[in-house]
């Protein structure tokens, strides 16, 4: 049975922060599953922590919140089994669970969990193959519908916000704490609307990058309180725990991409939860066709599955279940 257990949109924000897994975390759960799952990979985004799994149903979804440290029930996370976690997975990878509908990046950060997860031997031929359909589905529901035409971002989301906050954004002084790919989306973004950056990040020549990149400076962040005292705005994307507990008078904007969050709950920082999702009649007509489009092509995914003669295939999805187009 496939399976999937999930911190998402509709989990609390404490929940999916004490579940993300680092990279060690994850690469130790990865070299190692435990009892009753076969094959597994784990999402782990700025706004989600996901498990997906194989393994004999009787307990799996228990087995698989456990493997994360949570408890699936107290922690409200949601869970699903059979053809209910194959939409799910392929929504997810189409954008259309992400915080904004129809972002892009979602591609590219299953394509790397996917790979984490084949790396240490997690992931192989089933689950391989179950995602690379869930990627190619998604990418059909961006090319052939309007959501491919929202083109939002967390980044341009973050770029909008600030823009409003301060009245635009041309001349105004920023600093990127985070060099990875949620601050480069959110640099790229701030940068396009006329913001002077610096970057700075725990690795120098990531942040430089960036800065090259961007054409912004690059700085270390042993000096990230001068960067602050000068900026109107920070956006702090990185991965590891609280790394701002302190700001000077005449505090900057402060924006929270990380997960778990880097910035002081004191400092009232604006969380990822906070960012303006797109809306309007271009959302609603994408989320509409796409969804239609993701559905057609789980039926399919779970017809192609019913034709593996392998046995494990055979247990995959609920076998009474008739799935049609």
Do not use: K
């Not at 990230?224 to 109107?232: F, I």
């Not at 906070?274 to 007509?285: K, N, T, Y």
Request: aromatic share 2%; net charge neutral; charged share 20%.
């Amino acid at each position: 049975m496939i399976g999937c257990v999930s911190a998402g949109r509709a989990s609390p924000a404490s929940v999916r922060e004490r579940l993300a897994p680092d990279r060690a975390a994850a690469a130790r759960l990865l070299s190692g599953p435990p009892p009753g799952i076969d094959e597994l990979f784990v999402l782990s985004t700025c706004h989600r922590v996901e498990l997906y799994a194989t393994g004999p149903e009787p307990g799996l979804l228990d087995r698989m919140a456990q493997a994360l440290g949570a408890d699936r029930r107290r922690d409200e996370l949601s869970a699903s089994l059979g053809t209910e976690a194959l939409t799910h997975l392929f929504r997810v990878t189409s954008g259309l669970e992400s915080l904004v509908v129809g972002e892009p990046q979602i591609q590219a950060q299953v394509r790397r969990a996917l790979a984490d997860a084949r790396a240490q031997h997690a992931a192989r031929n089933t689950l391989t193959a179950v995602v690379d359909r869930a990627l190619r589905a998604g990418r059909r529901a961006r090319a052939r519908t309007s959501l491919g035409a929202i083109g939002e971002s967390i980044g341009t989301a973050t770029a909008r916000l600030l823009a409003e906050r301060l009245d635009g954004l041309s001349g105004r002084r920023g600093v990127i704490v985070g060099a990875g790919a949620a601050a480069e989306d959110a640099a790229v973004a701030v940068r396009a609307r006329g913001a002077e950056l610096s970057i700075t990040s725990r690795t120098a020549t990531h942040a430089t990058a960036l800065a090259t990149l961007l054409d912004a400076d690059a700085a270390p962040l042993d000096q990230l309180d001068a960067l602050l005292a000068d900026a109107a705005f920070a956006i702090v994307a990185v991965s590891g725990g609280e790394l701002l507990t302190t700001v000077g008078s005449g505090a900057p904007i402060l924006i929270d991409l990380s997960t778990p969050h880097a910035i002081a709950p004191a400092l009232r920082p604006i969380t990822i939860d906070q960012l303006p999702a797109p809306a309007g009649a271009l959302v609603e007509r994408g989320v509409t066709e796409a969804s239609e489009v993701i559905a057609a092509e789980v039926a399919a995914t779970a017809r192609w599955i019913r034709t593996r003669q392998e046995p494990r295939w055979a247990t995959l999805l609920e076998p009474e279940l008739e799935v049609r187009a």
